[in-house]
């Protein structure tokens, strides 16, 4: 079957914003994509949103305004939203230890890691030591007991190591422990469903037939020489979730990776994190406190990624990676395949990608790079 070419891109697009339609295109054009859908904001206005392609591999399905796509590891830029909603209302600091909400989590020497080195991906429990069956990652309480019993992979807060799938589970607790409700329900009640914002972790069946059919890479991301740290988080038999179908992994709350979105619904959260905490006159986060949750926390050679990272509390920084536009401090999480949502304080500036062909990079796609900077060269 032919692949979807750069004829299906339809959208808003003003002429100010053509390198960025050429971009898309282009994508198509070179046989990347099967659908896919880039936003932009600025100051909270959807100023471009393109979309183009096919939901199913069957080509039956356009990929539409009403498309959701699987967002993978974005969804952690969202989690660390909502932790930053409770700093904001003093109901948590990034600077208390897990062990004072989760008592817990102080077993094997964790007893002084703090929310932030959580969060920030220096706890040292990247992956599951197990052995384990796959399928317990649909088990909540059983997940988070084993983190809370395991030893750290390094001693924590010496270094930075990309926590893929055991980040959701560490950051849904702490909210849990402190707000009473799941990250995924706090969402939908507090911002998506107010808001108008079609972006859900934890997607309920009515919403089924809207989801795009994913196209897996080809192969792994290369990571380079294989540590333990690595193959627990990617390389284990039961590094990710396993053993269900696709409804069960959509019923779940992974905070980490199986959020669902519409590129706009991104492009406009994280429309918050760059004007200040508020969005249509709603204030989402206290502005301080976007500068609080995009603060580097660390600084280095990641232990799992094959980046010199630099963490916030949830955040990818864009200093040293660029892939956020050129702003320095620009900031915000991809997913693996290639979606991303950013925010811009310094502009103003928001935007999301998301698709359902994955490419094998975790946080560097060039397509999305690619659209990214077509958009800065208009500003």
Not at 149 to 164: K, V
Not at 196 to 224: K, N
Request: aromatic share 8%.
């Amino acid at each position: 079957m032919a692949e979807p070419g750069a004829d299906t891109v339809r959208g808003v697009c003003p002429p100010r914003f053509a390198a960025v339609r050429q971009a898309f295109e282009a994508n198509f054009a070179e046989g990347r994509e099967m659908g896919a859908r880039f936003a932009l904001a600025i100051d909270g206005e959807i100023v471009v949103d393109l979309m183009g392609g096919w939901a199913d591999r069957a080509q039956t399905r356009p990929f539409d305004e009403t498309t959701l796509t699987p967002v993978f590891s974005t969804t952690k830029g969202v989690a660390a939203l909502m932790i930053a909603r409770l700093v904001g209302r003093d109901r948590l600091a990034y600077s208390d230890r897990v062990a004072d909400l989760w008592p817990e989590f102080a077993q094997a020497g964790k007893d002084r890691l703090t929310v932030e080195q959580v969060l920030s991906h220096q706890a040292g429990l990247c992956g599951i030591v197990g052995p384990m069956d796959p399928v317990e990652w649909y088990d909540w309480r059983a997940i988070c007991a084993r983190l809370a019993a395991m030893r750290p992979l390094w001693e924590p807060g010496t270094a930075s190591g990309y926590h893929p799938v055991t980040f959701g589970y560490l950051a849904g607790e702490i909210f849990r422990r402190v707000d009473g409700r799941t990250i995924g329900r706090a969402l939908r009640e507090d911002i998506a469903g107010p808001l108008g914002l079609d972006l859900w972790i934890g997607l309920p069946e009515s919403e089924d037939a809207r989801v795009s059919e994913v196209r897996r890479p080809p192969a792994m991301p290369d990571l380079g020489e294989i540590t333990e740290p690595k193959r627990l988080a990617f390389f284990s038999k039961w590094s990710q979730p396993g053993g269900r179908n696709d409804a069960a992994w959509r019923r779940a709350e992974i905070p980490s990776a199986n959020g669902h979105a519409t590129a706009p619904a991104l492009a406009r959260l994280f429309a918050a994190l760059a004007g200040k905490g508020r969005l249509d006159g709603v204030q989402v986060l206290a502005g301080d406190e976007v500068e609080k949750a995009a603060r580097m926390r660390i600084r280095g050679q990641d232990l799992v990624l094959p980046y010199d990272m630099a963490w916030g509390a949830g955040f990818i920084r864009n200093e040293g990676l660029g892939i956020y536009g050129p702003g320095r401090e620009a900031f915000g999480h991809s997913g693996w395949g290639g979606s991303c949502a950013f925010a811009d304080p310094a502009t103003g500036v928001s935007g999301a990608y998301v698709m359902n062909r994955q490419s094998a990079e975790l946080i560097d796609d060039s397509r999305a790079r690619r659209l990214i900077e077509a958009a800065y060269t208009a500003l």
